[in-house]
């Protein structure tokens, strides 16, 4: 009975989380990734990626094949991705932010912050 | 009769091409190399004394770390080299290792290389980092341990047996979109460095990505190589020696050579074919054929020198 009454309150909560969702965040809903860049095929996508200032931007690595990635600025610096693993980086200022992969420097993109 | 010749010719064609993998033997004189199939070339044991004592064997791309599919063994397969190269019954006076040492610049990972790397009967081992080995946010595993040869530059020179080594680092100034860079520091050292010698000095250069530009948009090629070429044409006998690409090409140019070397670890698809330069999944049976060792001789005149590829199989 009390496990019921449990889960009936978990689907509860889980309703009104998600009531909440569509109310106050509608673009977050409508764009679920839009902070996420997956690397796969030697290539950054998307490529720019406009984010909000504050926004952390994630990097993951589909391939088989270690990434890195590095700012042209040396403002921030993955280590060597293997496949899988993920590399983040909050960017709290407007502005236009150029990176490549340093192990295959034909891979570039571009994070435009506003 | 004819017929009988012709089926011996088609016998010889046949176990030529079974040994196909083992790579080719290149005999340099005045500057002119001529190739010789590696089998036929060890089934000439005369034609072999000539090629005069072992001086180094190269190995590169060991990428230790590496488990992926195309091959799940790194260890075992660089064990499998340094095997080899113990047999060897004249041992190479150095081993030189064109970089990518390990995969992913892990401290675990140099660890382990070095560990291996220990059990060579040929204990002088000279270096330059890969791209591989550079990737810590530091930039420090690599020259923690293999820093001292130049000072923590990553370019240096040696003599040995009359022959003058360069290793150069060209993984560390990648220009965004371009291929890998020298830098104005490191050719102003090595202009320097070229001006001390004659021009009957052999030299071998030997850097980790290729310093000539085979394949641009894979970057397989080092965008200021020309500003060291163009300083080594005055030299009777120039060999030019990288890893990164995980196969053999070569090129003559005047009295350069130019090598690239196999990888211990796994192969890479030819130039542009795929969606980059990623690890080759290969059967496993054709795995061994596709890796390899490169050993040096110095051909009877002083200053000539003979590669030879060694594929594990």
Request: aromatic letters at 8%; one cysteine or more.
């Amino acid at each position: 009975m009390n496990l019921r009454r449990n889960q009936m309150l978990l689907t509860a909560v889980g309703m009104v989380i998600l009531g909440a969702m569509e109310v106050y965040l509608p673009s977050v809903a409508e764009t679920p990734d839009a902070t996420k860049i997956v690397v796969k095929n030697f290539m950054f996508n998307p490529t720019p990626l406009t984010v909000k200032s504050g926004s952390t931007v994630t990097w993951t690595n589909k391939d088989d094949e270690p990434h890195t990635v590095v700012s042209d600025t040396g403002m921030f610096k993955s280590g060597g991705m293997d496949t899988n693993e993920s590399f983040s980086y909050k960017f709290d200022k407007p502005g236009t932010y150029h990176f490549t992969c340093s192990i295959h420097p034909r891979m570039v993109g571009t994070i435009v912050v506003q | 009769m004819s017929d009988d010749q012709s089926l011996l010719s088609r016998r010889n064609a046949l176990k030529c091409m079974a040994y196909g993998g083992a790579g080719t033997l290149f005999a340099l004189s005045g500057g002119v190399f001529t190739p010789i199939d590696l089998a036929m070339a060890a089934s000439d044991k005369q034609g072999a004394a000539k090629l005069g004592k072992p001086l180094f064997v190269q190995i590169s791309d060991t990428h230790i770390g590496f488990n992926k599919e195309a091959n799940p063994d790194v260890r075992g397969t660089l064990t499998q080299t340094i095997d080899i190269v113990n047999g060897m019954s004249d041992q190479p006076a150095l081993i030189i290792h064109t970089g990518d040492i390990t995969h992913l610049s892990k401290p675990a990972e140099f660890d382990l290389a070095q560990q291996l790397f220990t059990r060579l009967r040929t204990t002088e081992m000279h270096t330059v980092p890969g791209e591989h080995d550079t990737t810590d946010a530091t930039v420090s595993e690599y020259f923690n341990r293999f820093g001292k040869a130049s000072d923590n530059k990553g370019y240096y020179s040696f003599d040995h047996a009359g022959v003058h080594f360069i290793g150069l680092i060209n993984v560390l100034q990648f220009k965004p979109g371009g291929l890998g860079t020298l830098g104005a520091d490191q050719i102003a050292w090595v202009t320097a460095d070229l001006k001390r010698r004659s021009a009957s000095t052999p030299i071998v250069v030997f850097a980790h990505m290729p310093l000539w530009t085979i394949y641009e948009p894979w970057g397989w090629g080092t965008g200021d190589a020309d500003q060291l070429m163009s300083q080594l044409r005055r030299f009777g006998s120039v060999t030019v020696l990288n890893g990164h690409i995980h196969q053999i090409v070569q090129k003559v140019e005047g009295n350069m050579t130019f090598h690239t070397a196999r990888s211990t670890s796994y192969p890479q698809p030819v130039a542009g074919v795929g969606s980059g330069p990623g690890p080759l999944k290969v059967p496993a049976d054709q795995l061994a054929g596709m890796l390899g060792i490169t050993s040096v001789s110095v051909v009877k005149h002083p200053s000539s020198l003979a590669l030879n590829d060694t594929a594990l199989a």
